[in-house]
Every structure is written in structure tokens, then in C-alpha cells.
């Protein structure tokens, strides 16, 4: 299985401030990443798909990108609405496989 | 528009099973796989598998392989997910999802306990 690390494990910032996500992916997955955004009691929000196409109604302060093992989100311009966890997945090989999650509060 | 509704929370016993549904709208579940997921706060996420409802192909996490068992019904428009010999390790929210992971049912709690 392909093993995605994500971090860091938790974050805290300033609104207005930009901050950055990493995932590792344990083998090349070719861009096929996509980010998710995931609220208390609710099911994930699909941020950024491909690395790097950002979802339609998604805010373009949202962006991904990389390559190979390694990708990033970044988030521009820091909003109240922004806190979340957030998670990398990788679908370029079955099992399809989540990073374990960047937990994002504002300071 | 398109949305996935979910069943209601579980409660189950040890040993037993339980049947999750996911009721799609807007579109036709043949046009589409439906993934599921698995979310324990204390693990992240787990991709389960999908299915195919059109022929009812299903592919599996190996993981899951001996736990989940997905069906669809393309009359309602509905997939399932049976879990079966439930253990404390299957207590969890279970998401319904239509590729490209867009769209989300709102998640089945279920809960294992004796």
C-alpha cells in the first residue's frame, strides 16, 4: 500500500496569514492527489484534485501543488471559515490511501 | 442537483451485522462507482472499496475484504454496504462517495458495543 505522510499533525495561525500542508507519498503517485477539507460532523469537501485543478465553488485562496512523492496545499489569506482538518489522498493505486490529517486553528 | 442520503446512526452487538444504505438523487447510480470510506477520529481515513452498481463489479481495500460486502439496487437508485462480525474496530462513520470524491453522503455512525 502506498503510505502518505502528512504534516504537520497540527497548525495554528493568524488570519490573514498563509499556510502550508505537505504530504509524502511513499512511491511516485503521478499528481493523482487530491486534498480534502473536513469539518466537525461533516463529510469532507473536495478541495483540489490532479495536484494541483482546484474544485469548482472552491475559494482561490486554496492551492495544491507538486509532484512525484511530493505535494502541498496552501491556503492564502487565512479565513475564521478555513478551520478544519485536512487530508491528502493519494488514487493512483488501489488501495486508494489518506494522509492522517493536518488539524488547522487559528491562533 | 446531486446528493447522497444515508441511513440513519447503528447500534450493534458483537458478532452481528449491520446493512448501510446510500440513496443517491440527481443522477442515475448506473452513470457512476460509489466508493465508501471508513472515518475513526483516532485513525483518519480508510478507503473500503467500490462498485460498479451498472454490473455490480466491486473492488476492496484488502482490508476489508472479509468485513464489507457492497451491493447496489438500481431500481431505487441505492447502494449498500453490509459489515459483518462486528468487533469495537468497526465502530466508526461510514461515508458514501461518488468519484471524483465531489460529492459525499453525510455519514452512518456505528456504533459496536455489547
Known sequence: DIRMTQSPASLSASLGETVNIECLASEDIYSDLAWYQQKPGKSPQLLIYNANSLQNGVPSRFSGSGSGTQYSLKINSLQSEDVATYFCQQYNNYPFTFGSGTKLEIK | ?114
Open chain 2, 1 to 114: 442537483e446531486v446528493q447522497l442520503q444515508q441511513s440513519g446512526p447503528e447500534l450493534r452487538r458483537p458478532g452481528s451485522s449491520v446493512k448501510l444504505s446510500c440513496k443517491a438523487s440527481g443522477y442515475s447510480i448506473t452513470d457512476y462507482l460509489m466508493h465508501w470510506v471508513k472515518h475513526r477520529p483516532e485513525h483518519g481515513l480508510e478507503w473500503i472499496g467500490w462498485i460498479d452498481p451498472e454490473d455490480g463489479e466491486t473492488k476492496y481495500a484488502q482490508k476489508f475484504q472479509s468485513k464489507a460486502t457492497l451491493t447496489a439496487d438500481t431500481s431505487s437508485n441505492t447502494a449498500y454496504m453490509q459489515l459483518s462480525s462486528l468487533t469495537s474496530e468497526d465502530t466508526a462513520t461510514y461515508f458514501c462517495a461518488r468519484p471524483p470524491f465531489d460529492y459525499w453522503g453525510q455519514g452512518v455512525m456505528v456504533t459496536v458495543s455489547s
